[in-house]
């Protein structure tokens, strides 16, 4: 049986990761996704992060590009973000 590798395939730490995060729009959902993902990774600043409405302007797309140092830093991440009401999806 192979082993599981807890890495993505060609995913070597430490890396620049995007992370996203879905949700309605609002004015106030880009500053949560960066409070958030500065908790587990506070080099994070304005200029990694970008966002992008849907075309119909119900939803937004929040990315947040940081430096990853590990699977459970990423994991961790993810899981503040699903917690969160605001945040519908991710990516």
Do not use: W
Not at 25 to 44: F, K, T
């Amino acid at each position: 049986m192979a082993e599981l590798n807890d890495s993505p395939p060609g995913l070597t730490f430490p890396c620049e990761f995007p992370i996203k995060a879905m949700g309605r729009s609002d004015a106030a959902l880009p500053s949560i996704v960066v409070e958030i993902v500065q908790r587990h990774a506070p080099a994070l600043t304005a200029e990694s992060v970008t966002t992008s409405e849907s075309s119909g302007g119900r939803y937004v797309s929040v990315t947040a590009t940081i430096t990853a140092d590990s699977r459970e830093q990423l994991d961790a991440i993810y899981a503040d973000l699903k917690a969160h009401e605001s945040v519908l999806a991710t990516l």
